[in-house]
């Protein structure tokens, strides 16, 4: 029996990392979970479109600023519409003030505005990654805990990159001889496969019990 087809779509809207920057295939995170998105949605039933919207620099603010705009000519015709969202790095960043780009309270206050303006698309975060920054690694461990809080608050389903990341030998080598941020290929494959088993049951559920 054939299962009927589900347009479903979805935007990756984040920094440098859903960039893919660094990666020397091209890939990065998002391509890889694209992949894995086309070949799981042939056996579920759904028709994967993925459209990466990652700017380097971004912070959590930039991106509530542009969502809207960026994502709906490539949603607006899905029969089920997606966002998966990724930022905080850049928001732990220290600005010429010394204090970090953007606050935790205005980053969670971000993510509160970006569900608001999309009441009628199903969202999913990705937690900032570890860096090669010790004292920025704390920030974004703190800023992390707060997001994963306000996610599990506003039901919003996700997955916290930090402590697998700041652990993990081969993510820290490959940032450390890169640009101190961004990891290469190897890196963003442990990225990946941190994501793809909770994103593929997200994308698996219809467009009225995602969550």
């Known amino acids: 029996m054939t299962l009927p087809v589900r347009d479903l779509r979805t935007c990756f809207v984040g920094d440098s990392f859903t960039a893919g920057v660094g990666d020397s295939t091209a890939l990065g995170w998002t391509g890889r979970v694209s992949a894995a998105a086309i070949r799981e949605g042939a056996r579920q039933g759904y028709a994967f479109t993925g459209y990466n919207l990652g700017i380097r620099r971004d912070t959590s603010q930039d991106i509530a600023a542009r969502i809207v705009a960026e994502t709906t000519p490539?949603?607006?015709?899905?029969?089920?519409?997606?966002?998966?969202?990724?930022?905080?790095?850049?928001?732990?960043?220290?600005?010429?003030?010394?204090?970090?780009?953007?606050?935790?309270?205005?980053?969670?206050?971000?993510?509160?505005s970006i569900q608001r303006q999309m009441p009628a698309t199903g969202l999913f975060f990705?937690?900032?990654?570890?860096?090669?920054?010790?004292?920025?690694?704390?920030?974004?461990?703190?800023?992390?805990?707060?997001?994963s809080g306000l996610c599990r608050e506003l039901d919003i389903p996700h997955v916290s990159s930090f402590s697998s990341t700041v652990s993990n030998p081969l993510w820290r080598q490959q940032v450390r001889e890169g640009d101190g941020a961004h990891p290469d290929a190897g890196g963003y494959e442990i990225l990946a496969g941190l994501i793809i088993p909770p994103l593929l049951a997200w994308l698996s559920q219809g467009s009225t019990d995602r969550g």
């Open 74 to 112: 490539r949603l607006s015709p899905a029969e089920d519409a997606r966002v998966v969202l990724a930022f905080g790095v850049n928001d732990t960043t220290l600005a010429g003030h010394g204090h970090p780009q953007v606050s935790a309270e205005q980053t969670l206050q971000a993510l509160r």
């Open 126 to 147: 990705v937690g900032p990654p570890a860096i090669d920054n010790e004292e920025q690694n704390e920030r974004i461990a703190v800023l992390d805990t707060h997001l």
